[in-house]
């Protein structure tokens, strides 16, 4: 018998919640619906003075997290009355919350969210917190998604790989015959934008377009990718306690002078080696690599990608009918019901962990 689950992303960009309605049977995912909300500025901001430390973390954090819950649950009252549908119609949200910390090396990562607070007010159970059981199981808690990229996009001819490109960038690698693997490349969006903000004001670089006007620069590109995390095997995972501004601002200081497109050309070629780098060392032979993720819409990094892997064919997910600005929504949905239903969706071999864990913690209605 089919169930509508809801999945709630939001995700290291911070631009917005991205909402996913599926239905879900025992082997197959459809998305039925979607809803998309910026986020307000002001909760934006909020959200990235706590990805590091300050005065007062708690309080504020905790006021973060009923902002970003009733945010969420404003959004998901709003997908139902669009779709004519009760709260009783839906089986669970999955929700990913919002990551502040992740340091899987000193056994943490926090995700707020207050999924109790997201329960009272949609009158939906929930499930959230997918990360802290594998990080106790010994693991890095990311990426997740993995699991869910098999079961949508596995061949039993074809060597594929899927691509999220969000603020950061993850693999997931499908080859026939073997385990499913993966993990976090490096940077995606992240640095982009913060770059394009602090020059221009502006959030993203739409199409990639001041990327591709600029000329890249090799000794700060060799000085960027001499960062050791990229020289590291997987399971790995990152976020903003690596790769932020101040990072950039580090190296910049031994490149005087640079044109600011120059620096975002630069940065769009480090988000393309870092990835194609990492598939060509850990899967020799890729078919297909599928990208979904903000990073899909980059066009001037769709076509470096296109470039670095001249034997693999580069494409968005919706080559195969599937949005990729929903596949992480859509995944969260899916995980909340891989746990009510007793199913590890954990993958040792993506993040390390001692073995197959049934992730989340789950809010009644």
């Known amino acids: 018998m089919p169930h509508l689950y809801i999945g709630v992303m939001s995700g290291t960009s911070l631009d917005g919640l991205d909402i996913a309605l599926i239905e879900q049977t025992r082997a197959n995912t459809r998305l039925v619906a979607t809803l998309y909300r910026p986020m307000p500025q002001s909760l934006r901001s909020v959200l990235l003075e706590l990805c590091s430390s300050g005065n007062d973390e708690l309080a504020r954090a905790a006021i973060a997290e009923q902002q970003w819950a009733e945010l969420a649950a404003e959004c998901i009252n709003t997908l139902l009355l669009q779709q004519g549908l009760a709260a009783e119609e839906i089986r669970a949200i999955g929700s990913h919350g919002q990551t502040v910390r992740h340091e899987p090396a000193r056994g943490f990562t926090i995700q707020i969210g207050n999924p109790a607070l997201l ?6 159970s929930v499930v959230a917190d997918f990360r802290r059981r594998d990080v106790a199981a010994g693991g890095q808690g990311a990426p997740l998604v993995p699991a869910f990229h098999e079961a949508l996009f596995g061949s039993a001819q074809q060597h594929i790989a899927v691509l999220n490109v969000g603020g950061f960038s993850n693999l997931s690698l499908l080859s026939p015959g073997k385990d499913v693997h993966g993990f976090d490349c490096g940077p995606g969006n ?3 934008d913060a770059w394009i903000q602090h020059c221009r004001g502006e959030s993203y670089d739409r199409d990639g377009a001041w990327g591709e006007s600029g000329t890249l620069q090799q000794a700060l590109l060799d000085d960027l990718l001499g960062d050791p995390f990229f020289a590291t095997q997987g ?32 940065l769009v070629e480090l988000t393309a080696r870092c990835i194609c780098d990492a598939l060509q060392r850990a899967q020799a032979r890729t078919d297909r690599l599928l990208v979904c993720g903000g990073g899909a819409h980059n066009r001037h990094l769709m076509a470096r990608m296109s470039a670095l892997l001249a034997n693999t064919e580069v494409a968005s997910t919706s080559s195969c009918g599937i949005d990729p600005d929903w596949i992480e929504a859509m995944a969260f949905a899916w995980l909340a ?19 197959l864990r049934i992730l989340g913690a789950i809010y009644p209605a």
Not at 119 to 124: H, K, L, S, V
Request: proline fraction near 5%.
């Open 119 to 124: 329960a009272e007010r949609t009158g939906i």
């Open 190 to 192: 992240v640095l982009l």
């Open 235 to 266: 399971p790995k995972s990152t976020g903003r306690e690596l790769f932020n501004l101040n990072w950039l601002m580090s190296h910049l200081e031994h490149h005087p002078g640079l044109a600011e497109q120059d620096v975002q050309a630069t």
């Open 337 to 355: 019901h891989c746990t009510l239903e007793g199913i590890a969706a954990n993958r040792p071999s993506v993040t390390g962990a001692r073995g």
